[in-house]
């Protein structure tokens, strides 16, 4: 994949990304400090405009193939107030929940 990212990684190591902010790779260290298989960065479903590029893309996910934990973290930095936050939070997980099987389980 594109992006700057290498996704070619052990379990309990994380994927770098160059374009993370500090909280996704606070997130990200975190996760595979406790073990996790992490990736960043992770763009998803083609877009079907046909004008190229991704539906949306995933922060951060941590995987822990033991107990088959799966997480998905979204980090952000706007000023937007808590009611239009909801909103786009909700978009962005309801558009990854799809691909959560193709990526990790």
Aim: glycine share 10%; hydrophobic share 40%; net charge negative.
């Amino acid at each position: 994949m594109d992006g700057g990212c290498e996704f070619e990684a052990e379990i309990g190591e994380i994927v770098h990304c160059k374009y993370m902010n500090f909280l996704e790779q606070i997130a990200a260290e975190w996760y595979q400090y406790k073990g996790y298989f992490v990736r960043t960065n992770i763009r998803f479903g083609r877009n079907a405009g046909g004008h190229g590029g991704h539906i949306g893309e995933m922060d951060v996910v941590a995987y822990e193939p033991n107990s088959e934990e799966f997480i998905h973290l979204e980090a952000s930095m706007d000023a937007l107030g808590w009611a239009e936050r909801k909103e786009i939070f909700e978009e962005k997980f309801t558009k990854a929940r799809k691909y959560y099987l193709k990526f990790f389980i």
